[in-house]
Structures are given as structure tokens and as C-alpha cells.
């Protein structure tokens, strides 16, 4: 007699008995009958008894369909949580700045990447959420899907990559200490991790724990919560990025203004090479060199150029924005500029420093 055969020879004759369902299912998984086999056949001895097939339940769902939207919610999160670290680690060196080990072009590349963080949480953050409510909805109306095993391997892998974030930042910490070179730049910068990985493994440990016996109210309402903080601190971040960067007509100004200084520094490299070549004299007018190089870059009008004596002179140009945001270590006496109409001074015997990038631009 197969396996099959014994099972439903079992169950007949305990039904005939009068033992109950759970019973009977008791007493298979008793003898290492998984719940699903045990219940299969239990289906087939109704089957058997009412002549119908047991229907099956539409509209479940395939476990490629549950990895497919597991995968782009954990993909999601790693993108918006990654991106949300880093702008949290350009604002502290924004506003901790520790010029031993911070260099003015550092700072302006921090502006950079702010944008290109802001950019990838207003990409990744909604499609986290409408993810997360699609999945949620389906697993209340399906709330065995809570054990689906795609759902839990998923969710154990990004619970393993945000332990070991958590566990690195820990040894991180623990080493600068005993290395003393501890800042309050650098516990802020771990601190951010450690909330952020800590966040997401202890929410998705404790999804994870109260699978069984969560109720599909509950569940929605835990979701809810954490898609309300969540939102919170990514509205707080957006914010304080644009506030340090500035919307993006303020960054066109910005850069406007930052080609207006590249743009005079070729311009004084120009005139001093004309010096050096024709017996130190300077050129009457800015017809005598590159002509690309003598056109503001937004309005193309020609920057006004003087000449003062043998070797000095200066080129005039009109600016957006007074440099003074910039911040402390960006300026240069030679290119700090108001907003507005100002002269740049020159000296053709003298080199020149090229300016600096400002705070700010990207």
C-alpha cells in the first residue's frame, strides 16, 4: 500500500469514528506529515465524499509575482536609505566643517551629491511606499502569504546586510576610540547609521517574529505608522538639502556666476600672454585675443576690459549673487565678488591664482 493510499485509508476510518478535523490533522503532523501534505489530504477525502473538486483560490498571486515585488521594495529601500545616509553625511560636513581633513573642493563636491541624492530619494522613497501598500493590502487579504518562504528569504537578507552595516558601524566606533581620534562630526556621521541600519532591521526583525500571530488589522497599522515616520524624516531631509543647496534657479545663478570667473580668469591668462609676447604691452582692446573667451556666458555681452599702465589692468563683469555664501576658507581676495557690476585687478607680470569653486555649485 503507497503513502498515498494509507493516509486516506486513515482518514475514512477516522471520520467514520467521528474524529475531527483538527484531530486528524493533529495526529499526521504528530507523525512528521508536513501541514501542507496533511491537509491535501484531508481535501482529497472531501473530495471524495462530496464528488466536487475543493476550488482554487484566485487572484493569490505566484511566488515570482511576491519576489518581483519583494525585490523592488527591498531595492527601493536600499536606495532611499542609502541616499538618505549620504545626505545626512554632506549636511554634518556642511555644517561641522573640520578643515584638517575637509578641503574646499571637497565642500563644493558635497553640494553635488546632495543633488544627486535629493534626486534619488524623490525617485526611490514613493515607489517604496506604493510597493509597501500593494504588498501590504495583498497580505491582508491573503494572510498566509505573511509565511510565504520568498517573503521570508527576502526579508532575511536584508535583515543580514543591515545587521552587518550596523555591526561595521559599531566596530567603526569602537575603533576611532581607541584611537582617539574621536569628533563629534564622527559620532554624528555614526549615529545617522546606526539609526538608519538599526531602524530597518529591527522593523523588519520584528515583522518577521509576528508573521504568525499578527492580525491583518495590526499588521496595516504597524505599516502605517512606519510609512508616516519614514515620510517625516525624508520631508525633514529634502528640506534641509534645498535649503543648503538652494532651489535650482538659484543654482543656474549660481553656476552663471561661477563660469563668469572661470571665464575672466582665461580672459587675464589671454591678455598676460599678449603682454609677455609683445615686448609688455598690453592690448588696446580684447579684440586682440580669443574672442570666445570675452562673452559673459548668460547675457554674451563682452566683459569690459581697462588697462591702467604698462602691466596692470582689469576685466569688469556683472554678477548674480554676492560670494559671501560661499563660506569660511572658499574666498579669494583677489575673486571675491558683491553681486552686481565689479573689476577683477590684474598684474600681467604676475600669475594669477585660478578661483575657486564656490560653496554651493555643482
Not at 62 to 79: G, N, P, R, W
Not at 223 to 242: C, D, H, K, N, Q
Not at 299 to 327: K, M, W
Request: glycine share 8%.
Amino acid at each position: 500500500m503507497s503513502a498515498a493510499e494509507s493516509i486516506t485509508q486513515f482518514i475514512e476510518s477516522a471520520k467514520a469514528r467521528g474524529a475531527s478535523d483538527e484531530t486528524i490533522v493533529g495526529l499526521l503532523k504528530a507523525r512528521g506529515w508536513p501541514d501542507k501534505e496533511a491537509y491535501a489530504a484531508l481535501g482529497a477525502y472531501y473530495e471524495k465524499l462530496t464528488g466536487l473538486e475543493v476550488p482554487p483560490r484566485k487572484g493569490s498571486g505566484t511566488a515570482a509575482k511576491d519576489a518581483f515585488f519583494y525585490l523592488l521594495i527591498f531595492s527601493t529601500l536600499a536606495t532611499w536609505s542609502l541616499a538618505l545616509g549620504s545626505l545626512a553625511f554632506d549636511l554634518i560636513d556642511n555644517w561641522m566643517r573640520d578643515y584638517l581633513f575637509q578641503q574646499p573642493w571637497q565642500i563644493a563636491a558635497s553640494s553635488s551629491s546632495i543633488a544627486s541624492e535629493l534626486a534619488a530619494i524623490f525617485v526611490s522613497f514613493p515607489i517604496f511606499l506604493l510597493i509597501s501598500r500593494i504588498v501590504v493590502g495583498d497580505t491582508n487579504e491573503h494572510p498566509d502569504k505573511l509565511n510565504s518562504p520568498v517573503r521570508k528569504w527576502l526579508t532575511y537578507l536584508a535583515l543580514v546586510i543591515a545587521a552587518g552595516v550596523f555591526i561595521g558601524d559599531l566596530i567603526t566606533i569602537l575603533t576611532y576610540l581607541l584611537r582617539g581620534e574621536v569628533t563629534s562630526r564622527f559620532f554624528t556621521k555614526a549615529s545617522v547609521v546606526l539609526l538608519l541600519s538599526g531602524g530597518v532591521f529591527f522593523y523588519y526583525y520584528g515583522g518577521m517574529k509576528k508573521s504568525d500571530d499578527v492580525a491583518g488589522g495590526e499588521t496595516w497599522n504597524r505599516e502605517r505608522w512606519m510609512a508616516a515616520l519614514s515620510t517625516i524624516v525624508v520631508m525633514v531631509m529634502i528640506i534641509l538639502g534645498f535649503l543648503n543647496i538652494g532651489a535650482p534657479k538659484q543654482q543656474r545663478r549660481l553656476r552663471a556666476d561661477a563660469q563668469r570667473m572661470q571665464g575672466i580668469f582665461r580672459l587675464s591668462q589671454e591678455v598676460s600672454g599678449k603682454w609677455s609676447s609683445s615686448e609688455h604691452k598690453l592690448p588696446p582692446s580684447l579684440n586682440e585675443v580669443n574672442l570666445l573667451l570675452t562673452k559673459d556666458p548668460e547675457t554674451q555681452q563682452s566683459y569690459e576690459y581697462l588697462v591702467h599702465d604698462g602691466q596692470r589692468f582689469a576685466i569688469c563683469g556683472d554678477f548674480n549673487l554676492d560670494d559671501s555664501p560661499f563660506g569660511p576658507g572658499m574666498q579669494n581676495t583677489i575673486w571675491a565678488h558683491p553681486a552686481g557690476r565689479h573689476c577683477f585687478e590684474f598684474d600681467a607680470a604676475k600669475t594669477a591664482e585660478p578661483p575657486p569653486i564656490p560653496y554651493g555649485y555643482y
